[in-house]
Nanobody, 120 residues
Framework: QVQLVESGGGLVQPGGSLRLSCAAS????????MGWYRQAPGKQRELVAT???????NYADSVKGRFTISRDNGKKSVYLQMNSLKPEDTAVYYC??????????????WGQGTQVTVSS
């Protein structure tokens, strides 16, 4: 089985910074696309940032210039550096990954979610 273990959420003041981490573990041959999504109260889950193993990045317009996604393929991990945080960034953040096992089966996995609260 495959698990995505997420950490780094918490309470931060507006303008502050936070760094989220997500590590994939289990029976993994290859990890393809990895990314972060978030869901605020009363809203649908939305894309924050994604990053294929090749190195390209994709960001939601609302976080461009403030958030940075990065990967460590050796650790099968993805990170989200969040700077200049705003109250509207408050949400549960979910790690997402497409994982190929040794039977060459490609499946999508989600982390358990970590709460990020931006408030004075």
């Amino acid at each position: 089985q495959v698990q995505l273990v997420e950490s780094g959420g918490g309470l931060v003041q507006p303008g502050g910074s936070l760094r989220l981490s997500c590590a994939a573990s289990g029976s993994i041959f290859r990890v393809d696309n990895m990314g972060w999504y978030r869901q605020a109260p009363g809203k649908q889950r939305e894309l924050v940032a994604t990053m294929p193993s090749g190195g390209s990045t994709n960001y939601a317009d609302s976080v461009k210039g403030r958030f940075t996604i990065s990967r460590d393929n050796g650790k099968k991990s993805v990170y989200l550096q969040m700077n200049s945080l705003k109250p509207e960034d408050t949400a549960v953040y979910y790690c997402n990954a497409f994982v190929v096992n040794y039977r060459i089966e490609r499946r999508e996995y989600w982390g358990q979610g970590t709460q990020v609260t931006v408030s004075s």
